[in-house]
DNA sequence: ACATAAGCGAGACGGTACGTCTCGTCTTCTG
DNA sequence: CAGAAGACGAGACGTACCGTCTCGCTTATGT
């Protein structure tokens, strides 16, 4: 189910997107969905994962609860779309020809997110993966995927054009810096503006 | 699972008043302990912290619910000495002189628990306490604490030293092993016997 | 169980006005009527009035709920409809000028209906307006109600004539040949032919 | 499962009476069954069998949900304990030689419980028997059985003793009584105290 | 002839209650 | 007195229907 690849556009999970199929019967009502996940990520934000209950999110939206069961079969995935709707995960990739610019860019954008509104929604949402891999591949999709092959792009790029060593480790290059932002995240370390500078004067010592 | 063997004695939690108390009355069956943790623990890698419940453990420990309210109040704690209890977290911390060395030494040690039978468990652990903040302060001090202090000291040492230029950035040298590391087990990327070889060859250029 | 065939045109609940309103727009159609009543009837026969919801008398009509709504508003009076529909309660009621001989002919009718296809749902049905009280009284006037003002007239009109004694208790004569039916029918205990002989033999001695 | 014979002592539904079990644990709090039945008698005089709802009956008996499931399993168990608890059906069976006083002091006790404040429950449930067949038993046992079984052998011994002719039609004598007067409750009609001599009357001549 | 108005299948909607499950506490009996 | 067994109040779970309400059709009728 890994669809590692030309990532199909973010399929949603219930699929309804560009379906074709014209469903008849009453449709269903878009600002439901707004109202939804919108509650679902305020009890979030307030009282935890374990603090989000399906009755709640109903109550707080004002919905009923089949109306939530009928998009989400299960909190889980419920929440994967609310952070997804929450969170914004549209960047563009840099690439500008400096490695150093464009991974400190991608880094601050990650930095950027964990410290934004949406930030705890994300860290929590990293650790319920472990045990949901179904979310997995979703995550890994919408919220690594694309970046960490752009990465890996740049600075093998940058050997390629002789700008890093010929021996440089791709591999740790690129990891290391989510590697280290995410364990600040999930460690309530500081998230400093200048992580990644000093990450990268460790791996990508300045010309 | 079952990692029974030199379970150390693991002070319970209650256990605060060492032993002046001469408690009387029928003492605790110590068999108990051991039967209530390796059912958690069981559970635990099998179910995930979600699929944990007082009466499961209960039930497969083959004891009553009290029993185990009686030691542990809350299923956090009860998961916290069952993890202490399961992975071999008593390492002695290495001082050679050597910081390269002995960085490595602790490297390679997580690496060895990560990937042995606890290591999954670990893995889900990590991920619930970001959930279940109340398992995070516990954790942090068992598995974590003790480990960050000795490292940063060890660092410390080698730049008043002279081994390391005065400029060292402490931190990052000193978070980013366990973070790379961390980051492939929570991410599914293979832990190699190479990995501390290699993030040393970039925060630390051998001498 | 589904007694399709003359089904007497039965007045639907909100024909209360006969034909004077012309009905602009798409008349109903008629066909749905017998489809709705048809599945009712046979989901009550199968599940009883419990197991009988208007979901799954759509899903087994091929219809959808509006289209049931639009006809009775209620789950009791759709059931009404179906059983009065489905069971043949339109006999002529006899009067031949021998109470006797009448009253006869009326019960061994009631216990033709009762060993019948119909019966069991006539008797669940009988069993059920007592926990739906607004089933009650539409029972009470499609199935009982005429019947039991012919009976009383019949006898009356004997004592008037001098056949029967001027002091016959009215109320009881012309009840007990039914309470003794349906009582039979509602505990299980043989409804044999030779029931009304019997109990005339009690009430109205032979002459 | 129909234990017609020599029935065992009023077994309970859930057989806890005599059951010689040790049953280890905590012993169900018997003032749990008090309150609950009384809370379910309650809803039911006011709101009537449709209004009766388990998380209602909870509510009102102070009593989790569970508490109640423990005991009953379906709405309907819990409704023939609570009309059990609520009537006094402990009548002593009369035998003074008289079988017309005795016939007229059975219909007369019927007549009282009937009229009483359980009278609609009992009426109630009595309907609720027929889509329920495993209640049937226990219905038939409790209220019906043992005083048909009487009755049959009042009239038997009776006919022995030549106070009644030997043709006499012991089905039907017997089952008129309660036939009729169950017709009455079960259709609205008025339950007057004379109806026992106008049935008498009617079937047993007077002497 | 064609607009109007209602019928129709489908199914979404806010709700209520179901019967099940687990929580953390409590109460009894047994060893 | 510890321990097993399990009852207890509480409340969330996911399902099933309720009766109402859109949808996008189809089908007579009445101008």
Redesign the pocket.
Known sequence: MNAVGPVPAAATIDATVDDAR????????PS?DE?ILAAALAIFAEEGYAG?????VAARA??????I???Y???AQLMVEAVRAGACFTDHLPDTGDVRADLATMMGKLIDVLRSDAGPVLVSFAAERIRHRELDDEFTRSVIGAKRVHARQLVADAIRRGDLPPGTDIEVVVEIGPALIWHHALNGLPITDDLPDRILDLVLPRH
């Open positions: 014209p469903r008849s019967g009453r449709p269903r009502d439901r109202a989000v209950s399906i009755e709640g004002g919905v009923g609860k089949a109306t069961y009928r998009r079969p299960t909190k």
